[in-house]
């Protein structure tokens, strides 16, 4: 992923002479409010290099979806199928605490320490209350000790011993970090006693009539679409279920399931509009409470920010007046080549939610190109088209 700015304007520069294009040989299903746009949207795959889609925009009533499929290299793409979300996960965390905030297991404000299994390193967290986890403001950073300790089966002890797990003290900055999100699917666990996919099964993904999961070994891989890094591009190298997703989730392990909260959900477009909606509402489904309000407001306020990003609790609040001149809520998804979006405008329930299975990983500070452009396209000209 190019993360600097030199990089983001290597990246770009390449991306036409050696990434895959889908130009000439897309085909889509379409079901809902027909398009009026379908062609501007075509040339913004191309432009992207996006490798198979699901699209879903709902303005009020109307709702449009759209599956397209591309053939080289094979990114099938139907109305069943499923894709794994990446960081679209952390809503979905961040609802399940909430959660468990809602029935006192603990606060926003509970120091985290005493809320996991005690470890030789643990005083690293001394400091670090759920809600800096859940804001990315708990002083951790990501670092190579993290991929280590879950590609052997290793405690988070481990990457809590790293010396260089901490970039400042907790509450002083945001500084993203999947590590800090994973901690949090270990202290669910330690405080529940269920195990992760029980657990979000249970408060979040059943009652809400998501089609969902944490536990990617429990589904049929065909029906996953394959996610292809079109930059550089390595012909069969699809993923579609990891290696560490291979292993059942059986029961809990609050000292090793550190690996499965900050991105590894498997869902479909369908189910992250009830995610959507949950939100907007502030908890509210099918008009009774799921989350109470007062939670759900902590939830969609700012509690962080960098000059390129403002933060809830796992939730992107993006506010960008040259994209959009309105607020909107929700999380991208970057993994392994996917760049996933999924937002829902906070002033008038306007949802745009976008999967794929590979495409540009070029970026605007944070807001992935391809989220950027699919987001104005589908707010200033399609939806405004329907009316």
Known sequence: MPTTEMKNLL?????????????????????????????????????HHVLGATLLLEDGDRRASLHTSVSRPAHHAAENTIYRVASITKMATALVTLSCIAD??????????????DTAHAS??????????????????DTAAMDAALREGRSYDDVLADPDIRACK???????????????????????????PELFRARLFA??????????????????????????????????????????????????????????????????TK????????????????IPAALMDEMTR???????????????????PKLWPRRL?????????????????????RLVVFLNGGASEAREGRLGLVNRDVLHWALAKEMPSWT
């Open 329 to 349: 809520l929700g999380h991208q998804g970057f993994a392994y080549g996917c760049v996933d979006g999924a937002f829902i405008e906070e002033e008038t329930g």
């Open 104 to 117: 006192g297991l603990f606060t926003l404000d509970t120091p985290v320490r005493p809320l996991l299994p």
């Open 11 to 47: 990246y770009r520069a390449a991306l036409p002479l050696l990434s895959p294009s889908p130009r000439g040989q897309m085909t889509h299903v379409s079901a809902g409010q027909p398009l009026t746009q379908l062609h501007d949207y075509e040339k913004l795959l191309c432009r």
């Open 170 to 196: 907790p509450g002083e900055q945001l500084i993203y970090t999947n590590f800090g999100f994973g901690l949090l699917g270990c202290l669910l666990e330690n405080a529940t006693g269920m195990c992760l």
């Open 124 to 141: 690293v967290l001394d400091g670090v209350t759920v809600r800096h986890l859940l804001s990315h403001t708990s002083g951790l950073t």
């Open 302 to 320: 700012q509690q962080s920010a960098t000059p390129t990003r403002r933060y809830g609790l796992g939730l992107v609040l993006l506010e960008r």
């Open 275 to 290: 995610l959507l909606k949950l939100i907007h509402s502030r908890g509210l489904h099918d008009g009774r409470p799921l």
């Open 207 to 272: 009652p809400l009539g998501m089609r969902a999961t944490l536990d990617a070994s429990s589904l049929d891989e065909g029906k996953i679409m394959p996610i292809s890094r079109v930059l550089p591009y390595k012909r069969g190298h699809d993923v579609t279920i990891t290696r560490l997703a291979r292993k059942p989730l059986i029961e809990a392990d609050p000292l090793r399931h550190f690996g499965h909260t900050a991105g590894a959900m498997y869902t479909d477009a369908p189910s992250l």
